[in-house]
T-cell receptor
Framework: GENVEQHPSTLSVQEGDSAVIKCTYS??????FPWYKQELGKRPQLIID?????GEKKDQRIAVTLNKTAKHFSLHITETQPEDSAVYFC??????????FGKGTRLSVIA | KAGVTQTPRYLIKTRGQQVTLSCSPI?????VSWYQQTPGQGLQFLFE???????NKGNFPGRFSGRQFSNSRSEMNVSTLELGDSALYLC????????????????FGPGTRLTVT
């Protein structure tokens, strides 16, 4: 089955800097890659997703890139703000199969 | 639209008891998935229901079961509770869960925090 590795497990950045979180997946047939943000004590929130027929997607300060050849995808957050502090999860999915999540990255934005 | 709701939000049980958790999906969503979240293991998939049928099942023992009703509401049951079952149980709903329909986005409920003593 699918396996998703996520790095780093913790990340600290200064406010205004960029943050990058990387994930690799094992099954080349996976075709859907969402990212979730989970603030302390709250539910995971879908922040951006990408499908295998797209190489990059942007939404304001966040972007996701997908490299199908290398089987990895990354979340980029620019101009980080304290409210970006949370745990971020990547996930991958094969058609008709459930989402498989990475273990999460705890992002701390230091003011 | 109202979001995904889960009841109860918090639960304390003792070993050996059983528990039933409930999830109401976003109106119109037909797929409900359940996950167990623990600090060490992250988000682990339990099962997915679509139109009252279990479509996928994760690697959990048979003590974990679920069902879905005709109105898409779903319940999960854990029998003979063990200390290791203490976790946050999350459900997520999506329109129909099929990637080619463009409607696979999953939205999570607030979770049920289960503590087993």
């Amino acid at each position: 089955g699918e396996n998703v590795e996520q790095h780093p497990s913790t990340l600290s950045v200064q406010e205004g800097d960029s943050a990058v979180i990387k994930c690799t997946y094992s099954d080349s047939a996976s075709n859907y890659f969402p990212w979730y943000k989970q603030e302390l004590g709250k539910r995971p929130q879908l922040i951006i997703d990408i499908r295998s027929n797209v190489g990059e997607k942007k939404d304001q300060r966040i972007a996701v890139t997908l490299n199908k050849t290398a089987k990895h995808f990354s979340l980029h957050i620019t101009e980080t703000q304290p409210e970006d502090s949370a745990v971020y999860f990547c996930a991958a999915r094969l058609a008709l199969q459930p989402l498989v999540f990475g273990k999460g990255t705890r992002l701390s934005v230091i003011a | 639209k109202a979001g995904v709701t889960q009841t109860p939000r918090y639960l304390i049980k003792t070993r050996g008891q059983q528990v039933t958790l409930s999830c109401s999906p976003i109106s119109g969503h037909r797929s409900v998935s359940w996950y167990q979240q623990t600090p060490g293991q992250g988000l682990q998939f339990l099962f997915e229901y679509f139109s009252e049928t279990q479509r996928n099942k994760g690697n959990f023992p048979g003590r974990f079961s679920g069902r879905q009703f005709s109105n898409s509401r779903s319940e999960m049951n854990v029998s003979t509770l063990e200390l290791g079952d203490s976790a946050l149980y999350l459900c997520a709903s999506s329109l129909d869960g099929m990637i080619w329909s463009g409607s696979y986005e999953q939205y999570f409920g607030p979770g049920t925090r289960l503590t087993v003593t």
